[in-house]
């Protein structure tokens, strides 16, 4: 290294030192204090998808007679480690080591993993419709196993099941991870604290993006690049967006929304309908009703007539 070298090393190590440089991106660590890993949530997500589809994922010689073992020591390992990432999230969400009870919080984060332990019967519920669905709205599915395996869509909704449930227990940040592990695997961005009936599915899937506050009822169906999104925000007094406000869609039973449609706003998408693709709705739509773009020479027409 020459002299040069180091002066300019030196000069950028000061200027990223500096308060006013790291303010705001700086997350400040106390003693005792564990950091989420994205390596144990993947092990967590890992063994989930063991338990919730055994014989998938994992050991493949499952047999019946040993399956209860299989699940056994599948969920007591689930149980620790999702522990102590809790555990790590809570303590990431710490601001002052003065308020946070180590001992304490370690059992906060063994109970919300007992919790959701109790909850995986339900999620596996929830995810035995949505492959389901996935097999019977794609004539291209030879199987529900080849659903399970390779399909993204999957993939994507069991993240999110897994996320949900640890979210609506209290978990801080886990949840959001793991949604987020999915998007980056998958392109299909769901966030955890939006509400998902049954029979969920997306078909290709990638681009779907769905919004936190969005609620979706049983038996929908979404196409690849679907936007369930938010309308510019409302600010304060202060001119900060207002977090926590319901400000994505309602989508009621039964309705299907084609590729690279764009559903912004609290709207209501009625029970039935069908929103085709390509298409920008800010309004409600009533229940079974079709919305489709107009034909390009009937556009024109239209316009030219003033209809």
């Known amino acids: 290294m020459g002299k040069q070298d180091f002066e300019r090393i030196k000069t950028a190590i000061d200027a990223l030192s500096r308060e006013e440089s790291f303010k705001g991106v700086c997350h400040p660590h106390f003693k005792d204090h564990k950091m989420p890993s994205i390596q144990a949530l993947e092990q967590i997500v890992s063994l989930s998808r063991k338990i919730l589809f055994p014989g998938y994922f994992g050991d493949s010689s499952i047999r019946p007679d040993s399956l209860r073992y299989y699940i056994g020591v599948n969920t007591e390992n689930l149980f620790s480690l999702l522990a102590d990432q809790i555990f790590a999230g809570l303590c990431f969400v710490c601001d002052t080591p003065e308020s946070f009870d180590l001992n304490e919080r370690r059992q906060v984060a063994h109970d919300y993993a007992g919790q959701f332990i109790e909850e995986l019967p339900e999620i596996r519920r929830m995810l035995v419709t949505d492959v389901e669905a996935a097999y019977l709205g794609d004539p291209a599915a030879q199987s529900k196993g080849e659903v399970i395996f390779c399909y993204p869509a999957i993939r994507a909704i069991t993240n999110y099941r897994i ?145």
């Open 163 to 307: 996320a949900h449930a640890l979210l609506r227990i209290g978990v801080p940040l886990i949840p959001r991870m793991i949604s987020e592990m999915a998007h980056s695997e998958t392109g299909i961005d769901i966030h955890p604290r939006a509400t998902i009936g049954t029979y969920f599915s997306i078909d290709h899937g990638t681009g779907v993006v769905i919004g936190a506050t969005s609620i979706i009822g049983n038996n929908v169906k979404l196409f690849q690049g679907v936007t369930l999104g938010a309308k510019s925000f409302p600010l304060d007094g202060d001119g900060n967006p207002i977090k926590g406000i319901p400000r994505h869609p309602i989508i009621e039973d039964n309705v299907i929304i084609y590729a690279q449609a764009t559903i912004l706003g609290r709207i209501t998408v009625g029970a039935n309908a069908v929103i085709g693709g390509n298409v920008w709705v800010t309004n409600t739509v009533p229940a079974g009703t079709k919305i489709v773009q107009f034909k390009h020479r009937d556009l024109l027409f239209n316009e030219g007539t003033g209809i």
